[in-house]
């Protein structure tokens, strides 16, 4: 039975440990932050993810999976390290690596063994061999270990199934024995191995991560052209991914990318480019056309309440950067909340899951506790996360609580000439023509 330490119990950390021990190994986690530690010893989770609570709780009632705040706890029996901590954007893009940092120090003063630490946090192009070096410097005795990228590919709402299912396995090491360890330890995953240098398997990550927002921004970018030529971006997205070179993944117009990976991950790789001399034209393009995305929602707002925001009241259908997850970070509902809170707009939400975080990330907001109570008495109904629940709204009996028949579809779930026909003032993403039967931007 492997023994295996994860250090980081947030969402990585706790996907990997727990699909791994749920594979048959014993897992104990580790992580500074006393409060968590206790959540997780009770059997609450501190983050929502559709089926991690039932799988922990099987492997700890198992005895596979433990939780400690004590290093030399989880280095005990450790033949595997896992650094799953986090790496936020510091001020000008650049990923802050003081949590690995703190973690390599104690690893190195606190390991009594032989070890293999993998690193699946995301991290700049050469933190591998800074690592090594941190580790080796603060190692009280020489100790034997190797360091090994293993960036993960996680999508959230679909985490495990993504770990368990994998369309690859990257490894990057100096050490070819330790990158076929870790290889072995994936083997039962049955996916393509990718075993490669440590810079190289950092740059992959960076680089598929900064290709799906490229393409989220592209599909945007398109739909904005589609709005003043009359034409549907969601039929056009469609007839682009019947072709095999393009594929239709990541060609959903909307409200632009949010989260924890890609806005962090693209500017991180546009500050690695600049900080080397280089201009990453495309890289801070997707960026823009991203922020500008959000903007739309806010203009279309405005233009549906006759120029003025101030007074309105604005219900908000979705706070999560995306549906099944809890996280709010870098979500495009909360960027439009906040425009529309600094315009003078009373603003009402629901969401399913995410409204604690929601609340303490933009206080103003006003939290309804079903999609109904949100519309209700609104004057525009936005609706920016694509929940399961919103598809089969009674839209009659939203319109008739509502002041006025204003919907902003940011993600293009409903269909406009149904809408119409109950009465309702349409604006989607891209969609060409707009509720009225004109031209988006108003030319017959």
């Known amino acids: 039975m492997r023994q295996l330490c994860v250090v980081g119990s947030g969402y990585v950390g706790l996907i990997t440990g727990a699909c791994f021990a749920d594979m048959g190994s014993n897992v104990t ?104 070096e941190i580790i080796s410097s603060n190692q009280p005795q020489p100790i034997d270990f190797a360091v090994v990228s293993c960036p993960e590919f996680l999508r959230e709402g679909s985490a495990i199934a993504d770990f368990m299912q994998p369309d690859r396995t990257v490894l990057g090491s100096t050490s070819p024995s330790a990158a076929k ?28 991560n900064a290709f799906l927002a490229t393409r989220i921004s592209f599909i945007n970018e398109i739909s904005i052209i589609c709005e003043r030529l009359g034409a549907d971006v969601t039929e056009v997205a469609r007839g682009m991914g019947f072709d095999k070179r393009i594929g239709p ?9 949010g989260g924890s990976c890609f806005p962090k991950d693209v500017k991180a790789l546009a500050n690695m480019a600049q900080t080397h001399g280089m201009h990453p034209q495309l890289l801070n393009a997707v960026m823009e056309i991203n922020a500008f995305q959000r903007r739309q929602i806010t203009l279309k707002t405005r233009e549906l309440l006759d120029g003025s925001l101030n007074g309105n009241t604005v219900a908000l259908l979705g706070l999560a950067f995306k549906q099944d997850t809890d996280d709010t970070r870098e979500s495009p509902s ?14 009402k939400a629901y969401d399913p899951v995410a409204m604690a975080n929601a609340s303490r990330d933009v206080p103003g907001i006003m939290l309804c506790d079903n999609p109904y109570s949100a519309a209700a008495d609104s004057d525009a109904l936005l609706v920016l996360t694509p929940w399961n629940e919103f598809k089969q709204l009674d839209m009659k ?36 023509f707009n509720g009225e039967g004109t031209l988006a931007n108003g030319d017959e």
């Not at 005895?63 to 030399?72: C, D, E, I, L, V």
């Not at 398997?201 to 680089?207: F, L, V, W």
């Not at 993944?249 to 990318?257: D, M, S, T, Y």
């Open 29 to 132: 986690f580790v992580d500074i932050d006393e409060g968590k530690i206790e959540m997780l010893q009770a059997g609450e989770m501190p983050i929502y993810e559709p089926g991690l609570a039932e799988l922990a709780r099987r492997n700890a009632d198992a005895g596979r999976m433990r939780f400690t705040t004590s290093y030399a706890e989880g280095l005990e029996h450790a033949e595997f390290v896992f650094v799953c901590v986090g790496t936020p954007s510091g001020v000008d893009g650049e990923a802050d690596l003081q949590y690995v940092r703190a973690a390599a120090q104690t690893i190195a003063k606190t390991m009594q063994q032989p070890l293999i630490i993998i690193n699946k946090s995301t991290v700049p192009v050469g933190t591998g061999d800074w690592t090594t």
């Open 181 to 208: 360890k870790v290889a072995e330890l994936y083997a039962p995953l049955a996916a393509p191995t990718v075993i490669t240098d440590l810079r190289t398997a950092e740059m992959i990550k960076y680089a598929s």
């Open 249 to 257: 993944h990541f060609l959903q117009a909307g409200v632009g990318f």
């Open 334 to 347: 909360l960027a439009v909340a906040r425009s529309l809170l600094n315009q003078g707009a009373n603003v």
């Open 397 to 432: 009996r939203v319109l008739c609580s509502m002041n006025q028949p204003n919907i902003i579809d940011g993600r293009n779930m409903y269909n406009p000439e149904e809408l119409k026909a109950l009465g309702f003032r349409y604006r989607g993403v891209g969609r060409g």
